[in-house]
């Protein structure tokens, strides 16, 4: 899922997919499962094509979208083929969801500015909280 939810802006070559085992992404799924750590998958029949889900951050240690301690910072991914299908609106819906349940206030995200996902982070309700180079931080308030 992780290297599904890679951007590669367009006229660039395709990342290898080991490139989720870097520092700087494996440490948004590696030892998935603590106590903080909440995840929605969605499937076809047996097979997962989706997932979205989100994981706080120390701020010794922050995610690309980090913004505090207790703000979760989300990822998402959608196989190839499965996207503008309204499966990234109802993973995320279901995520938010799910964290208001658990008391949570705010989620965010990283995104790089070319990637048209914003426009569906944007009508979820996400709005940018800050940009540096190529991406935005982007805050959304449950």
């Given at each position: 899922?992780?290297?599904?939810?890679?951007f590669v802006a367009p006229g660039k070559k395709p990342l290898?997919?080991?490139v989720i085992w870097e520092?700087?992404?494996?440490?948004?799924?590696a030892s998935w499962g603590k106590v903080d750590d909440v995840g929605v998958v969605a499937k076809k029949g047996d097979a997962p094509i989706?997932?979205?889900?989100?994981?706080?951050?120390?701020?010794?240690l922050p995610g690309y979208?980090?913004?505090?301690?207790d703000t979760p910072?989300?990822?998402?991914?959608?196989?190839?083929?499965?996207?503008?299908?309204?499966?990234?609106?109802?993973l995320l819906n279901t995520?938010?969801?799910?964290?208001r349940k658990r008391g949570g206030h705010s989620l965010s995200l990283s995104v790089h500015k070319l990637n048209p996902a914003i426009r569906l982070y944007r009508r979820l309700g996400f709005e940018v909280y800050s940009h540096a180079g190529d991406?935005?931080?982007?805050?959304?308030?449950l």
């Open positions: 899922m992780m290297y599904w939810a890679l290898a997919k080991s520092s700087q992404l494996l440490h948004y799924h989706g997932a979205a889900w989100c994981r706080t951050f120390p701020k010794d979208g980090f913004v505090s301690e910072e989300m990822v998402i991914a959608l196989k190839e083929g499965y996207r503008n299908q309204g499966t990234g609106t109802y995520l938010f969801s799910t964290l991406a935005y931080t982007m805050v959304k308030r």
